[in-house]
């Protein structure tokens, strides 16, 4: 009896965090850039180190 309330709990719980972070990303708003400006992201971190104006794109 106690193992399926703990399996139940478990299943609930995982679908409430499912549905806020699906939320979240929904409502989360999108940069302007390709970039999304993921933390820890080595990418995102060389791209904020290079000043804009040096940027030549031709």
């Known amino acids: ?9 478990i299943v609930f719980a ?3 965090y499912v549905a ?4 979240i990303s ?3 708003k ?7 400006g993921c933390t820890g992201c080595s990418l ?4 904020a180190s290079i000043p804009m104006n040096k ?3 031709n």
């Open 26 to 28: 929904l409502i989360r």
């Open 1 to 9: 009896m106690s193992q399926d309330i703990l399996v139940f709990l």
């Open 20 to 23: 806020y972070s699906l939320v």
């Open 55 to 57: 940027i030549n794109i």
């Open 44 to 47: 995102s971190e060389k791209r």
């Open 14 to 16: 995982t679908i409430g």
């Open 30 to 36: 999108k940069s302007d850039n390709a970039c999304g």
